[in-house]
């Protein structure tokens, strides 16, 4: 399976008579299950943009989006379907990725539902507890009746990886899922996806302003800059060698993390 953006643009109109915004412009990448790919770049340099073209939330202004060669544009509905349950989104939690009304049980299950997983209440439940189990929430049953506000911050994007989960996605989309979280939860979230990579076979496109976590788990990595891609290469060649001088003032100006584990 492969996941591919072709020179990819997307234009913001400007309100009343601004100027439009050229958020994204001809990024191409590629992404597969069981592969790490980051993508870093300062703020409002198009990551976010280019993660909501990839997850169809948005139509891109021009260039293609395709899964396997099939463009999304081209899709029908079953297919455009599948590829919406086979590219999945892990977003920051703060952007309320959880509705606080609903209970663990109730976020996971109704995405269960939806794509018509399992119906009975014991079916939803067991694949809601693999899930929680997945991402490493065990003893997983006690969470089900919480709700968000009742779960730590590590807890809730576990939650958050666990509800893209139960939809065996091939690749997840991840923007920002560990940046709000501190240095240590944020190792254990991280190796948590790392190992889903490892034991699902699941791909990640992880979009994040922080190079040292791009070091720690990254086999490639997209550099972009000014909604341009600058740089891009496996995480080793551009960290060992930079080629681009944006990238060199990136990395000369990222703190070192402590290994993971
Ligand atoms: N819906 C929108 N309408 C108009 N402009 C937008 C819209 N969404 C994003 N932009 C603009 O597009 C550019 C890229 O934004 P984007 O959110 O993709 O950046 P980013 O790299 O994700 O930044 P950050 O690291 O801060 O999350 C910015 O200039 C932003 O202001
Ligand atoms: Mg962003």
Redo the contacts with the bound molecule.
Sequence with gaps: MLLEARNIS?T??GRQRATP?H??KDVSLHARPGEFVAIV????????????MLLDL?PVTSGTVELDGIRIASMNRRERWAYRRSVQAVLQDPAGSLNPRKRVQQALGEVIRFHGLASRPSDVRALAVEALHQVGLSPAEPLLDRFPHELSGGQRQRVLIARALVLNPSIIVA??AVSALDASVKAGVLRVMADLKDSLGVGYVF?T?DLAIVEKVADRVYV?RA?EVVEEGTTEAVFANPAHEYTRTLLAATPVLPPLK
């Design positions: 997307k913001f109109p915004v958020a994204v770049g300062e703020s409002g340099s198009g990551k976010s943009t280019v993660a909501r948005i923007d920002e979009i302003h972009m909604g």
